[in-house]
């Protein structure tokens, strides 16, 4: 198998994972949405409020972080793999390993994820701060807007 076409599996292999995840983790979201606060406020005009009481927090996002991790080393691995078996002058073998727990794979996977996932939270509010502002202008109720 060409390392092209592993690469290719890798992603085909992941890629419905991390979707699973991230959908997994807007359910939750939905799921903790406390509605009747929600349209509570949006009956005062709160848009912010309403916003807010949606819960959307970054934590929430886990279960996508740690599909992201996987995929990560799974990616490690994979690199790893592919370096030529070598042996010392002394005819020991010599290993190329990835290790996830690498202080600076660490580090970067930290930063990557966290910005990942705060770049998603502040999408997702501007989306439902715009879809509650367009309902309520349209004259929705605001538990169905909620």
């Known amino acids: 198998m060409t390392r092209n076409r ?5 992603i085909e292999e992941w890629s419905p994972e991390i979707k699973a995840a991230f959908l997994l983790s807007i359910r ?13 406020r949006l009956e005062r ?23 992201i991790v996987q995929a990560f080393e799974a990616g490690g691995d994979f690199v790893s793999g592919g370096f030529p078996r070598v042996r010392d002058p002394n005819g020991q ?10 202080i600076r794979a660490e ?9 990942k996932i705060a770049q998603i939270v502040d999408d997702q509010r501007a989306m439902i701060r715009t879809h509650m502002r367009e309902g ?11």
């Open 6 to 10: 592993r690469i290719e599996d890798l």
């Open 28 to 40: 939750n979201i939905k799921d903790a949405a406390q509605i009747g606060l929600i349209a509570e």
């Open 45 to 67: 005009g709160d848009i912010d409020g309403a916003v807010r009481a949606v819960g959307l927090e970054p934590a929430l996002f886990r279960p996508f972080d740690k599909a």
């Open 93 to 102: 073998r010599l290993s190329v390993l990835f290790d996830v727990r690498n």
């Open 107 to 115: 580090n970067w996977l930290k930063d990557h994820s966290s910005r």
């Open 136 to 146: 309520m202008q349209a004259g929705q109720n605001p538990r169905t807007v909620a």
